[in-house]
C-alpha cells in the first residue's frame, strides 16, 4: 500500500532524489564515499559536503512532477491535451470523466510528498552538521522549507476543499497523518514561507552548496528570499479564494509579500523568475513538454485561439501567437486526431522551444515577473483599488498581449475585473500551470471552461489517491461528490 504522505521510508526517497539527475549512476551505496553519500551516513553523520550533495538532490525531487501537473491541469483547463493513446486515462479522465484515485487522477500526490520526506529529512540533518556556520544553517534551512511549501502547493492547487495532510514528518510505523483543510494548508504553507524568510535574512552572503542554472538572479540567500516572498504571496491570494473571511487581511499579506518580491513594473522584466531547468545531459531529466512539431502526445485546444481577443490588426492576442504554432505551419489544414478522441487539433505548444526547435533543455517557470503583476492586479481588485488594479492589467494586456487598454473603469462591475483578472493569468500563464483550470475553480467559474466532448465534464478537482484513503479507513467519506 503506497501512502507517501504518512509512512514513506525515508531511505527510497532520498536515496531516489540524490540519485536522480545527479550522477549517471549511484554506485554501491555499501561502500563509504563523501561524493555519494548513503542516507544513513547522511542522517547520522551529516557534514557540509554531503549536505551539499543532498541539496542538489531536494532540487530535483521538486521539480520530478511539474510536467506532468502542467498537462494534466492544462487538460482539466482545456488548454490542451495527452493523446499519446498508450494510456486512455490520460484523455479519458479528464474530458469525460469521472477522475479515478488511481493513474490520472490519483497523480500529483505520491511525488510531491517523496520530496516533502527528502526535505524533512535535510531539515533533520543541517542542525547536526558541525562544519556548517550558524549562517549557512539558516541559509540552508531557508532554502529547503521554501522548496517544500513548493511541493505541498502543488498537492493542495489539486485538492482543494478536499484538503492534504501536513505534519507528515513522523516514523513509518506512526499513524498515518490527518487531513487537514485547505484554509489550513495554505496558513501551513505561509507559515513555513515565512519561517523560511526569516533564516534566509539571517543567512550569509552565499549558501554552502551550487544552485542550479534555474535560479540565476536568485543564488543568494538574500535574493533566494524574493522568490520566497513571490511565493508567499501567491498563497496568501489562493488562500483568500479557498477563505473569503479571510478578505482584507490575504489580500494586504499578498501586498507586502509583493513589496519584498522581484516584481517590477517594467515589461522588460516579465521573464525574469524562478526555473526548474532540464537537460539533455546523461542522467538528467529533459523537459517532456518540450515536444517537436510532428510530435504526436501533446496538443494545444483550438479554444485557446478562438477565446484569445484581437490586436489592433486583427491577429489574436500575441501571447497565442508566441505560444502556439500550426502542426505544420506550411499547411494549416494539416490536423491530428487519436480514435476515440472526439475531435482533431493542429495547433502545438511552443513554451519550450528555442530557436524555432523543441528543446528538451528549456526550463519552466516556478513563478516569474509577469505572474506577480497580474498578483498585485488580484490582491488589490479584493481590495477595491481598482485604479491600480486596471494599471497593472493594463501592463501586462498591452505589453504581453499586444492588446489595447482595458476598458474597464473604477464603476465596472467586480465580476468583470474577475473576468480580466483570469483572461491575463490564462494566456500569460498558458502551458505552465494549468492555471485556468486552478483559477475556474478558485473563482466558481468552472462553467465557464468548455466540456469539449459530447456527455463530458470538467473535474472540480482531482481526488485523493485510494490507498491515502484506505490507511486512514476513510472509505468513500474520503472523496465526497461536490467538493
Request: aromatic share 10%.
Amino acid at each position: 500500500m503506497r501512502t507517501l504522505s504518512t509512512s514513506l521510508a525515508r531511505r527510497g526517497v532520498l536515496l531516489a532524489a540524490l540519485c536522480g539527475g545527479l550522477l549517471a549512476a549511484c554506485g554501491d551505496f555499501n561502500v563509504t564515499d563523501p561524493n555519494n553519500p548513503t542516507l544513513d551516513d547522511l542522517v547520522k553523520h551529516p557534514t557540509k559536503a554531503k549536505l551539499a550533495v543532498a541539496a542538489t538532490g531536494l532540487f530535483i525531487g521538486a521539480r520530478s512532477d511539474v510536467t506532468s501537473l502542467i498537462w494534466r491541469f492544462g487538460s482539466m483547463g482545456r488548454e490542451g491535451a495527452n493523446l499519446a493513446g498508450n494510456n486512455q486515462p490520460d484523455y479519458q479522465e479528464p474530458f469525460f470523466g469521472p477522475l479515478a484515485t488511481t493513474q490520472f487522477g490519483g497523480s500529483e500526490w505520491f511525488v510531491e510528498y517523496a520530496s516533502i520526506r527528502s526535505i524533512n529529512t535535510y531539515l533533520d540533518a543541517v542542525p547536526r552538521a558541525p562544519d556548517l556556520s550558524a549562517e549557512e544553517r539558516a541559509a540552508s534551512i531557508g532554502f529547503a522549507q521554501t522548496l517544500k511549501a513548493v511541493s505541498l502547493f502543488y498537492v493542495i492547487e489539486g485538492r482543494a476543499a478536499l484538503g492534504a495532510p501536513v505534519d507528515v514528518d513522523r516514523a513509518v510505523s506512526a499513524t498515518p497523518a490527518p487531513f487537514v483543510s485547505e484554509d489550513s494548508v495554505y496558513g501551513y504553507i505561509i507559515g513555513q514561507l515565512d519561517e523560511a524568510n526569516d533564516s534566509l535574512l539571517a543567512a550569509g552572503g552565499s549558501f554552502p552548496f551550487p544552485m542550479p542554472p534555474g535560479f540565476n538572479g536568485f543564488d543568494t540567500p538574500a535574493s533566494y528570499a524574493k522568490f520566497n516572498r513571490a511565493l508567499a504571496a501567491r498563497a496568501w491570494l489562493f488562500r483568500a479564494t479557498a477563505t473569503p473571511a479571510c478578505g482584507a487581511t490575504c489580500y494586504n499579506n499578498a501586498l507586502t509579500a509583493l513589496a519584498g518580491s522581484f516584481i517590477t513594473s517594467n515589461a522588460a522584466d516579465f521573464r525574469v523568475g524562478a526555473y526548474f531547468d532540464y537537460s539533455t545531459n546523461p542522467g538528467d531529466v529533459q523537459n517532456e513538454l518540450a515536444e517537436p512539431l510532428n510530435g504526436t502526445t501533446y496538443f494545444a485546444l483550438n479554444f485557446n485561439v478562438d477565446d484569445a481577443q484581437l490586436q489592433a490588426g486583427g491577429a489574436p492576442d500575441q501571447r497565442v501567437v508566441d505560444k502556439l504554432s500550426f502542426i505544420d505551419p506550411g499547411d494549416t489544414t494539416v490536423s491530428y486526431q487519436l480514435s476515440g478522441f472526439p475531435f482533431a487539433v493542429n495547433r502545438k505548444f511552443t513554451n519550450y522551444f528555442s530557436n524555432g526547435a523543441a528543446d528538451q533543455s528549456a526550463p519552466i517557470p516556478i513563478i516569474r515577473d509577469e505572474e506577480l503583476v497580474l498578483l498585485r492586479a488580484e490582491a488589490n481588485i479584493g481590495l477595491n483599488n481598482l485604479a491600480a488594479a486596471i494599471t497593472d492589467l493594463n501592463l501586462v494586456r498591452v505589453n504581453a498581449g499586444n492588446l489595447p487598454p482595458t476598458t474597464l473603469t473604477g464603476a465596472s462591475p467586480k465580476a468583470a475585473f474577475i473576468d480580466e483578472l483570469l483572461y491575463n493569468r490564462r494566456y500569460s500563464l498558458l502551458w505552465e500551470q494549468g492555471s485556468r483550470w486552478v483559477d475556474a475553480r478558485r473563482y466558481n467559474l468552472l462553467n465557464t471552461i468548455q466540456v469539449a466532448v459530447p456527455n463530458g465534464e470538467v473535474p472540480t478537482r482531482m481526488p485523493i489517491p485510494a490507498d491515502e484513503c484506505a490507511a486512514r479507513g476513510l472509505g468513500t467519506s474520503c472523496n465526497p461528490l461536490g467538493t
